[in-house]
């Protein structure tokens, strides 16, 4: 996290830069497709979504978000994190939905990793490394990464996927599930760009950017 915030203010992040790829998004387009709540959109979802952290405080996934972190995706809420979409993490984009909510492949590609084994989740870095993610490498795309990551304990695994198979766009790939730093359900989804040929890219060991999705 110091390593984030020591690089975060680099122009490098802030060129705006947008994915060569083009990309579905990660969850299904209605309530009704994720198979529950099938009177509600999204937006009127996590409105009325209540979450109950450690401390037993019960608040709706977009309660106590600020207003200018708080914006609009394709009918769905989402958020931005001043806390950890920082320097090679700008561009992600936090989806407000439900735990449970299938998580969707954005476009075909390989499963570069994945793991989903963990179960803890709370407001804080040191539950940074507790996080269930899938990385999917599109070749396709220009050699781009999305990266999925707050997913379900044992999701990817009950779907039998396994490290370098191929996933379709649209294919099932998980479930939404509070896991790592987080202290709401919500999807993290990000495109990357590995960087590590970039000289002006001042991360140290692997290199990474970033983009700004374009979606389909």
């Avoid at 009704?32 to 996590?46: E, F, I, P």
């Avoid at 795309?141 to 996927?161: D, F, N, P, R």
Wanted: charged letters at 25%.
């Amino acid at each position: 996290m110091d390593e984030l915030q020591a690089v975060a203010n680099h122009p490098i992040w802030h060129d705006g830069e947008e994915s060569r790829g083009q990309y579905g998004y990660p969850v299904p387009a209605t309530p009704w497709k994720a198979g529950r709540w099938t009177w509600r959109n999204w937006k009127d979802l996590a409105a009325r979504t209540v979450v109950v952290n450690d401390k037993g405080e019960r608040y709706a996934l977009i309660e106590g978000i600020p207003e200018g972190e708080l914006y609009e995706r394709n009918g769905i809420w989402c958020a931005k994190s001043p806390q950890s979409h920082l320097g090679p993490f700008l561009h992600a984009i936090d989806f407000l939905v439900p735990d449970g909510t299938p998580v969707l492949a954005a476009q075909n590609g390989t499963v570069k990793r994945f793991y989903d084994g963990d179960n803890e989740w709370g407001d804080g870095p040191r539950f940074s490394d507790k996080v269930n993610f899938m990385d999917i490498e599109h070749a396709c795309q220009y050699g781009e990464v999305t990266e999925y990551c707050h997913l379900a304990k044992g999701s990817v695994t009950a779907l039998g996927i396994k490290w370098g198979d191929s996933v379709k766009k649209g294919q099932v790939i998980g479930m939404v599930g509070k896991t790592g730093w987080t202290d709401r359900d919500h999807l993290h989804f990000v495109v990357f760009r590995n960087d590590d040929h970039n000289s002006d890219n001042p991360l140290e060991g692997t290199k990474f950017k970033s983009l700004r999705v374009r979606f389909l």
